[in-house]
């Protein structure tokens, strides 16, 4: 068995844990980070793409300015960010808890911190690491190990969602909406039922012939839809992109063909409402020009030409994540074996980057 499928497979009971391990810790998260005036979020390629949602999910249930920052970007250009950095609770996701950006880029925010002509500004830094014992562990005043998630494979698939996981969970129990953790809780427990209807499905759909992906998605799940393109490029080597749902229609449609293969997430499902006709308008025009289209939605709908994966439950928008990064991990593993691709160790890309 590929090891990326069975990470894929397995990832809920380790999404169980890191939900745990959020409950156990809260106590120490919440007086780190409730007092900070900002957040700063930080990761590279997979991680950096949470690390926009959980900016985004900080700065709507928390009421505080919160950005995502590259860490490679942030390492280059630290004097250009450091207004945003004064006082700020430093969120860093990794998986290694290695990679260089990120050592280099905390290194020199600790510094740069110490150096302020009237004293340090106090910043926190709360570090999240799929390993234990690792070198940003070191660097930071609380770390979250969840070596349970680490992916053996290349390819991040369990990484990913529990990184995503752990931001949006103790985002929730930081903020009081119960309801957010109840459904996250609700998208783990029901999550592999959920990937067994659907899977034989995505898998013959994987298997026709388009050569390039679209996933489209907005709110809370814009970085988390961003990385599920990115499994694409990495998994399966194909061309692929992300864009907000409707943001679509303004150029990127022009490329939509019957070679095109668009996940979308849906917020609604076949109300009456004009957000939800807006949504479906959308994947019939897709559905349209011959692309293979799956959507993700909480309810079941019907479109001629569309791929539904109804949750069967009604969700809270960042809970919709998790089906919906397992549907583009899964599509993008099963057409590996089309493309001809080693979903486990693609050619060029290492588990984690070390600059000399």
Known sequence: MSITYHE??????ALARTGSLVDARLRE???LLKECPQYVFIGCGSSYAVARSGALMARLRLHKPALAIPAGDLLLHMDT???????AGVVVLSRSGETSEVILAIRKIREMDAACADGPRLLKVLSVACVEGSTLATLSDLTLEMPWAFDHSVCQTRTVSCLYFLCAYMIARLSGDDRLADDLRAAV???PAYLEVHEPALKKIAHSDWTQAVVLGDGELSGLCEEGALAFKEICQVNSN???LLDARHGPMVLVDDKTLVIAALSVGVGASGRARLELDMLRDIAAKGAAVVAYSDENIALPGVLNCGFGRKMSHPARGLPVIALCQLLAYHKSFRTGANPDQPEGLSPWIALA
Do not use: W
Not at 81 to 87: I, Q, S, T
């Open 8 to 13: 894929i497979k397995d990832q809920y009971p």
């Open 29 to 31: 998260i919440t007086p």
């Open 81 to 87: 960010y450091r207004p945003a950095l004064e006082g």
């Open 189 to 191: 427990a029901e999550g």
């Open 242 to 244: 992300y864009y907000h």
